[in-house]
């Protein structure tokens, strides 16, 4: 079965950084769509960023420019490099493999299909 498992998370500085890894296992990873969302306390779900099968990435426009997405698929691991966080950075980050794709092509829509792991808490300080 798909295995989500997100690591790196922490507690940092306003202006720091923190490099998410997720290690997936159970499907085909180099085909599939992948992504991250948030959730901070007390809100809904955010999308953040995604990449598709052909590297293809988009990222919202509140992390656009400090966080990048990468994925290795000979590791089977998927990146999120975030840098000059910010304290409304802070929360819950949750890994997304998604077979219909739609978390790539569709602005981050996750679908009754979509995967994601029990996630990584960030927390940043001012």
């Known amino acids: 079965q798909v295995q989500l498992i997100e690591s790196g998370g922490g507690s940092v500085q306003a202006g720091g950084s923190l490099r998410l890894s997720c290690a997936a296992s159970g499907f085909t990873f180099s085909s599939y769509c992948l992504g991250w969302f948030r959730q901070a306390p007390g809100k809904g779900h955010e999308g953040v960023a995604s990449i598709d099968s052909d590297e293809s990435t988009n990222n919202a426009d509140s992390v656009k420019g400090r966080f990048t997405i990468s994925r290795d698929n000979a590791r089977n691991t998927l990146y999120l490099q975030m840098n000059s966080l910010k304290p409304w950075d802070t929360a819950t980050y949750y890994c997304?493999?998604?077979?219909?794709?739609?978390?790539?092509?569709?602005?981050?829509?996750?679908?009754?299909?979509?995967?994601w792991g029990r996630g990584t808490q960030v927390n940043v300080s001012s």
């Open positions: 997304v493999a998604d077979p219909p794709g739609t978390y790539c092509s569709d602005g981050f829509r996750i679908s009754g299909n979509t995967y």
